[in-house]
């Protein structure tokens, strides 16, 4: 099955530490992106990543780092920086910048 | 700054009844307009899209919007709705031949149906 997997779907971490969230794709796609979503707020775009050893700043990026070392991943890690680090992580990916974007499960991230 | 705006946050019908969930974006130029929708547990997944053409789209599950350019409006319905279609709405709006960080998401929109 071609899809999009995020993992875990629920972690926990204490405040002050990085955490790393996982994003794999299988169905090609050269562009990947990471939102925060908020309730009441909609999704918000953090990075985005047009091709492998590329990424650039979205709306949000502070706080936050990624890497794009394989066109099959594009993980995000949230530092010590973030000020307001618990919420929802969505990944996504399309085939370019200009094409329908295809969502994960989501993980969900509480820094206690 | 570009805006979208989804001014109902929850809406309550009961099974049958007709659906307008609404949508208005801030900008003048040419645009590329999606619904998405969340169901409780599942992925977020594309409803319908419009890039140009016929301003009327059909979706998935019998959705469509019409896109009004004259209102910047881009409103999803559903003549008759089920139970399954009990999810969260989400509109965006892409600015085209842009970079990523012009897709913008609306608030969305609880939707809730009583069987």
């Known amino acids: 099955d071609g899809g999009i997997t995020q993992s875990p779907k629920y972690l926990f971490r204490k405040e002050g530490q990085n955490v790393t969230l996982s994003c794999e794709q299988n169905l090609n796609h050269d562009a990947m992106y990471w939102y925060r979503q908020d309730p009441g707020q909609g999704l918000r775009l953090i990075y985005y990543s047009q091709i492998v050893n590329d990424f650039q700043k979205g709306d949000i990026a502070e706080g936050y780092s990624v890497s794009r070392e394989k066109k099959e991943s594009f993980p995000l890690t949230v530092t010590s920086a973030q000020k307001n680090p618990t919420a929802f992580y969505l990944c996504?990916?399309?085939?370019?910048?200009?094409?329908?974007?295809?969502f994960g499960p989501g993980t969900r991230l509480t820094v206690l | 700054a570009q805006s979208v705006s989804q001014h109902n946050h929850h809406v309550i019908l009961s099974e049958a009844a007709s659906l307008e969930l609404g949508c208005n974006y801030s900008?003048?130029?040419?645009?590329?307009l999606f619904w998405y929708v969340q169901y409780p547990g599942q992925h977020l997944q594309l409803l319908l899209k419009?890039?140009?053409?016929?301003?009327l789209v059909k979706g998935i599950k019998g959705f469509e919007a019409e896109f009004i350019k004259s209102k910047f409006s881009f409103n999803l319905r559903k003549p008759s709705v089920q139970w399954s279609d009990t999810a969260e709405y989400f509109c965006a709006v892409k600015l085209p031949y842009s970079s990523a960080s012009k897709i913008i998401f609306g608030s969305g929109t609880r939707l809730s149906i009583r069987p």
């Open positions: 419009y890039f140009s053409g016929d301003p």
């Open positions: 996504a990916s399309s085939v370019g910048l200009q094409d329908e974007q295809f």
């Open positions: 900008y003048g130029g040419t645009v590329n």
